[in-house]
């Protein structure tokens, strides 16, 4: 099984800022398989990120995601209110599995 | 527009049987595996399992293998979650969602999620 580990656990930052979140897998993963969520209080996950750096329909651009072996980011280039939220990779490679999730919170 | 719209809260006892559903509609339901995804009060998302509607392959995480039974009814475009026996421990919010393309992708889309309390 992969395991997936996110940090930082919470991320504290100003709208505005670039925020810059990780995701370490346990061995490596095809970059095909790596996609990344964000899930606010009391809605469904929502897919940002598929294929490592491929943007989902309907995302803005200032979501990217990068990375390839065991290490993976999310980056988002300028913090808007609406995406304080919660963020998970997952990788979808045969057992899929997500990460524990990263906590975007405003400073 | 792609939907799926997921059946209401339960509460039931230790023991209980429960059947949860999701509609899809807005795409071809036989074409796209559908998979369900499990989130414990206050933690993250846990893979159950998926199934392709169009011929029923199903695969399950080895956590759930066993523990619950995925099922669909292409006829109505409806997945199903089943459980013969619950326990307090499957208390959690369940979302089933549709895989972006081939059975190992991407959730693309998702249900509202239903909320299962199991409780005596």
């Known amino acids: 099984e992969i395991v997936l580990t996110q940090s930082p656990g919470t991320l504290s930052l100003s709208p505005g800022e670039r925020a810059t979140l990780s995701c370490r897998a346990s061995?490596?993963?095809?970059?095909?398989?790596l996609a990344w969520y964000q899930q606010k209080p009391g809605q469904a996950p929502r897919l940002l990120i598929y294929g490592a750096s491929s943007g989902a329909t309907g995302i803005p651009d200032r979501f990217s995601g990068s990375g390839s072996g065991t290490d993976f980011t999310l980056t988002i280039s300028r913090l808007e209110p609406e995406d304080f939220a919660m963020y998970y990779c997952q990788q979808y490679g045969g057992s899929p599995s997500f990460g524990q999730g990263t906590r975007l919170e405003i400073k | 527009e792609v939907q799926l719209v997921q059946s209401g809260a339960e509460v039931k006892k230790p023991g209980e049987s429960l059947k949860i559903s999701c509609k899809g509609s807005?795409?071809?339901?036989?074409?796209?595996?559908i998979g369900w995804v499990r989130q414990m009060p206050g933690k993250g998302l846990e893979w159950m399992g998926i199934m392709y509607p169009g011929d029923s392959d199903t695969t399950y995480s080895p956590s759930f293998q066993g523990q619950v039974t995925i099922s669909a009814d292409k006829s109505i475009s409806t997945a199903y979650m089943q459980w013969s026996s619950l326990k307090a421990s499957d208390t959690a919010i369940y979302y089933c969602?549709?895989?972006?393309?081939?059975?190992?992708?991407?959730?693309?889309?998702w249900g509202q999620g239903t909320m299962v309390i199991v409780s005596s």
């Open positions: 061995q490596s993963v095809s970059s095909t398989y």
């Open positions: 807005g795409y071809s339901f036989t074409s796209h595996w």
């Open positions: 969602g549709r895989l972006r393309s081939s059975r190992w992708s991407a959730f693309d889309m």
